[in-house]
T-cell receptor, first 113, second 114 residues
């Protein structure tokens, strides 16, 4: 079993819809949680960075962490065609260095105009 | 603009050949990383460096080598010993190697076998 599980999709939603992207994990030591957006043939771009549990909002994006369920989510409100990309979750334990980042496999999202 | 520059964007390797991928950053970051991305798999760490003149093996270092002679540069050599080198290679950096510093990525180099 992988430490981080992420549904690869593809996920297609109409423009303007709310998108929910999720990852589950098995390592209870994970404390730092990140979401990256990756356009085709480009590198991942950091979208959200959270520590421990709770919600964090940045514009149309909300990151949610539920440590009791070992489940993280990224919500995209008022989705736009420019949001079409692959979304990667990543996480790490608090007592580890930055080299111990564990990535999900990514969810491919398409926003239909 | 500050960022991470990877070159070339596309690279082809012949059998028995070593090739070197370039990674340069002007973010004044201490730590740099090399990842490999394959379809259906998460990013896998090849090598990392937390400071100049020091680097450590990651999870899949076999068949690869690196150097860190300058703070801004972290080139990766894919040697002929790497039998399955076809992949998308990503370089990243962070302010320090501490766990609370997010990693930022370049736009990758796609390596293929001729």
């Amino acid at each position: 079993q992988k430490e981080v599980e992420q549904d690869p999709g593809p996920l297609s939603v109409p423009e303007g819809a709310i998108v929910s992207l999720n990852c589950t994990y098995s390592n209870s030591a994970f404390q730092y949680f990140m979401w990256y957006r990756q356009y085709s043939r480009k590198g991942p771009e950091l979208l959200m960075y959270t520590y421990s549990s709770g919600n964090k909002e940045d514009g149309r994006f909300t990151a949610q962490v539920d440590k009791s369920s070992k489940y993280i989510s990224l919500f995209i409100r008022d989705s736009q065609p420019s949001d079409s990309a692959t979304y990667l979750c990543a996480m790490r334990g608090a007592n580890f260095g930055n080299e111990k980042l564990t990535f999900g496999t990514g969810t491919r999202l398409t926003i239909i105009p | 603009d500050g960022g991470i520059t990877q070159s070339p964007k596309y690279l082809f390797r012949k059998e028995g050949q070593n090739v070197t991928l370039s990674c340069e950053q002007n973010l004044n970051h201490d730590a740099m990383y090399w990842y490999r991305q394959d379809p259906g798999q998460g990013l896998r760490l090849i090598y990392y460096s937390q400071i100049v003149n020091d680097f450590q093996k990651g999870d899949i270092a076999e068949g690869y080598s690196v150097s860190r002679e300058k703070k801004e540069s972290f080139p990766l050599t894919v040697t002929s010993a790497q039998k399955n080198p076809t992949a998308f290679y990503l370089c990243a950096s962070s302010k320090t190697g501490l766990g609370n510093q997010p990693q930022h990525f370049g736009d990758g180099t796609r390596l293929s076998i001729l």
